[in-house]
Structure formats: structure tokens, C-alpha cells
């Protein structure tokens, strides 16, 4: 269709031109200008027809501002030192592509004054939406009510039900380690974790019963559960060793604890894994790989679940999400602390 110049000294043709001669709304043009799914190729066409018919060409900025997008998103954490918030990060950034969106990072340290300073000052850029990572994956306050563009929870969900989050799913995690396990020939299995006020220390230990009662099995005592540190696997492990002397293998609940574990079986002659196996949590590679025998442990799959927090945040900015808490699966990464009995 030939464009239609418009008359010398008239104004320049709007989005809200285009919409009206199209007959949509503002919003729906916007999406078919931009290129933008979710929009029919009857209607699509219908738009571009009427643009041409007006002579609607905007630049690239002006196609941002209509869009209501600024290419950018902020990703706020308490917890930037810390191993697993980074991962997170990293596979975030990584979605949203090198140059395609700038984003702007900050370190809330855990305090909620700071967080609404953060949240504030990142609003004030008019970013497109936010990434909010925990530090754990215990359940976080929302944001304020004030935030007006899409917010993405990740690895700590929202306490919010109405919120969208994105979180590891530690119950299938504890399934798939006792699992292994069990694969391994072990039947006498003990669980030592670390603190039962963390809900991934108590959604694994509800997966790893799970896969027990699937199995038959019963867990060799109670969960353990303690602090997240060496100190806490070496003491709780002598304990079960009093108690249990035919365990033959510990699923523990970081890989922290796991080297405590294993340096108190070493003490009590107990070879690993010919005696016992052990398993641990997080896969954190330097603890893993540093372990002797290197450490069979569960990995969250954390970049994975920064990308897909991301992907989250464009469809949310879409308007093309679903609420709720949303789990990316873990794996379990074999080393020498696991192997067949016998």
C-alpha cells in the first residue's frame, strides 16, 4: 500500500492514530509495531497497514518509550558475597543477553532500609522490572505495594502468594539423593543437616523420606539436625556412630557438613565409600573437589535458575506470566564418596 504523506504544516501521525484507524487499543499496536508474540497476523497486519497508510515511522527511541520499555532491569540482593546469590547472578545476566538489556545491580546486605533505598533509586531509572534474590531459601516479605513494574523472586520465594518466584526444588533434591543411594546398594541410611529453621533443611528431609518409603526403607534414627558447618558434621556423625554402628551411608545437608562427616569416619577407621557413603549438599566446588575422596553432592542448578528468573521477568513484562511459586530441578554430581556396596 503506498504511503499517504501527511500535509505540510499537520501534526505527525501518533500511536493512538494508528490504534484508532487499526481499531485496537493503544497497547495492542504498540506489541504489533515492536514485533512483540501474542499478537494475531490478521491484527498485526491490520497495524502495520494503517502505520503505512499514516506514514507512522518512530525511531528506536521513541518505539522504547511507546513500548513502555527502557531496556533496562535491576537485580537486587542481600547477599553479594555470598556463593549462592552469585551463581544466580551470573545466570541471569546471562539470559538477558550481552548489550540487549543493561542491568543495574545492587547489594541490599540484608537490610530492609537499604533494600527500599535500592528499590527506590532503581525505580527512579525507570527499569522494565526486578530480580529480587534472597540469601536463603526461607520465604521473604514482598516488596512495597509501590513498586509498580514486575517483580521476579528468586531462591527466596515471596511470602506473597500473588507473587511470581522462582526457587530450587529441594524436596525432589532430597528425593533424587537418597535415590542414588539406595542405587548404590545402601540401605541403612542416616540424614545430618544443618538448621531446621531453613525450609530447604526440612523440604530435603521430606523428599529423602519420601524416596525411603518408596524404597521400603526406614531412616537409620532421626533427622540431625544442627548448623551448617564442619564442627556440627563431625560431632553430630560421632553420635551416630555410637548410636548406629551399622550405618552405611550419610546423606548430609551441605557440603560443609559432609567434610565433617567424613573426617570423623576417617578417625573411626571407617573407609569411604567401602563402609559408608556419603553424600552432600550445594556442590560447592571447592569443598567438593577437596574432600578426600572427592564429595558426591547435590547441585541447586543455580544459574539455571537465574536464567530462568530472567526469562520469568520478560514474559512478566509481557504481561504473559503465571503467579505462584515456580521450582527448577537439581542434579546430583557423582564423585568418589559414593559407590556400589560390596
Known amino acids: 500500500m503506498a ?14 492514530d494508528v490504534a484508532r484507524l487499526a481499531g485496537v487499543s493503544v497497547a495492542t499496536a504498540s506489541k504489533a509495531l515492536n514485533g512483540r508474540n501474542h499478537v494475531h497476523p490478521q491484527t498485526r497486519e491490520r497495524v502495520m497497514q494503517a502505520a503505512a497508510q499514516l506514514s507512522f515511522s518512530p525511531n528506536s527511541l521513541a518505539r522504547g518509550l511507546l513500548a513502555g ?3 533496562t532491569v535491576g537485580l537486587l540482593t542481600s547477599d553479594l558475597v555470598g556463593r549462592f546469590s552469585l551463581p544466580i547472578l551470573m545466570g541471569a545476566e546471562d539470559a538477558f543477553g550481552a548489550g540487549q ?6 547489594d541490599a546486605r540484608g537490610d530492609a532500609i537499604r ?4 528499590v527506590q533509586a532503581l525505580l527512579s531509572r525507570r527499569v522494565d522490572g526486578l530480580i529480587v534474590v534472597g540469601s536463603s531459601t526461607n520465604p521473604r516479605p514482598p516488596l512495597a505495594d509501590a513498586v509498580d513494574v514486575p517483580v521476579v523472586y528468586a531462591y527466596a520465594p515471596s511470602e506473597a502468594p500473588e507473587d511470581l518466584s522462582i526457587v530450587p526444588d529441594n524436596v525432589n533434591a532430597g528425593r533424587m539423593a537418597v535415590e542414588h543411594l539406595i542405587a548404590c546398594g545402601r540401605t541403612r541410611i542416616a540424614h545430618i543437616s544443618g538448621d531446621r529453621e531453613y525450609s530447604a533443611a526440612r ?3 521430606a523428599g529423602a523420606q519420601a524416596a525411603l518409603d518408596a524404597a521400603g526403607l526406614e531412616l537409620v534414627g532421626e533427622v540431625a539436625y544442627g548448623a551448617w558447618e564442619e564442627g556440627w558434621g563431625r560431632a553430630a556423625a560421632g553420635m551416630l556412630l555410637d548410636r548406629e554402628p551399622d550405618v552405611d551411608a550419610v546423606l548430609c545437608g ?3 557438613v559432609a567434610r565433617g562427616v567424613l573426617d570423623t569416619l576417617r578417625e573411626r577407621g571407617r573407609r569411604v565409600p567401602e563402609d559408608v557413603a556419603v553424600m552432600g549438599f ?14 558426591t553432592s547435590v547441585d541447586m542448578n543455580l544459574e539455571e535458575l537465574g536464567r530462568a528468573a530472567a526469562r520469568a521477568l520478560f514474559e512478566a513484562i509481557d504481561a504473559e506470566h503465571g503467579r505462584a511459586v515456580h521450582t527448577v530441578q537439581c542434579r546430583v554430581v557423582v564423585r568418589g564418596s559414593t559407590a556400589s556396596a560390596g
Open 101 to 106: 538489556v543493561s542491568v543495574f545491580l545492587c
Open 3 to 16: 504511503r499517504t504523506p501527511a500535509p505540510r504544516g499537520t501534526r505527525a501521525a501518533t500511536l493512538s
Open 254 to 256: 551441605s557440603d560443609q
Open 203 to 205: 523440604d530435603r528431609a
Open 115 to 118: 533494600e527500599r533505598h535500592h
Open 282 to 295: 550445594d556442590n560447592w566446588d571447592v569443598l567438593a573437589t577437596g574432600a578426600r575422596p572427592q564429595l
Open 69 to 71: 520499555r527502557t531496556g
